[in-house]
């Protein structure tokens, strides 16, 4: 993302912020720490989407009704720290569900943007295919 792409924002500056709070947390690293929660949550369509690292695991957590990407993020945010399991949202983007069959993975966030640009949906897709048998990933880096 180039310094010409500011102005393409859909965020404001107060909610990359909000983001960027939310983006780390927690004080136990154990897998434990984690249990019961899925490792993929998703609604059914077009929906912003994170992934984070928690407890040595990856969750996939997506809502086609956030209008942030922190407004993903926030559910599982929330139960890990309420667990005080150590966590990092590593970055995000969208995904298009249609449940039991496909799931496109694609784009970016400007709240939860991919450590050095390098993005991570071959991960989610291979969380999506581990916990969603029967579901067909693909993914691109192109998109918004």
Request: net charge neutral; glycine share 16%.
């Amino acid at each position: 993302m180039a310094a010409s792409d500011a102005q393409a924002f859909t965020t404001t500056a107060e909610e990359r912020a909000e983001a960027a709070k939310m983006r780390e947390g927690g004080a136990s690293s154990g897998a434990g720490g984690i249990e019961g929660m899925p490792a993929v949550e998703l609604g059914h369509g077009v929906q912003k989407y994170v992934l984070i690292k928690a407890g040595g695991q990856h969750l996939v957590r997506g809502n086609p009704m956030a209008d942030y990407h922190k407004d993903a993020a926030a559910g599982a945010v929330y139960e890990l720290r309420k667990r005080g399991v150590s966590f990092e949202v590593l970055g995000g983007g969208r995904i298009e569900y249609v449940p039991g069959q496909t799931a496109k993975i694609y784009g970016f966030s400007y709240g939860f943007p991919w450590k050095d640009g390098q993005f991570r949906h071959d991960v989610t897709a291979e969380v999506i295919a581990k916990h969603l048998p029967g579901v067909r990933t693909t993914v691109s880096n192109d998109g918004y």
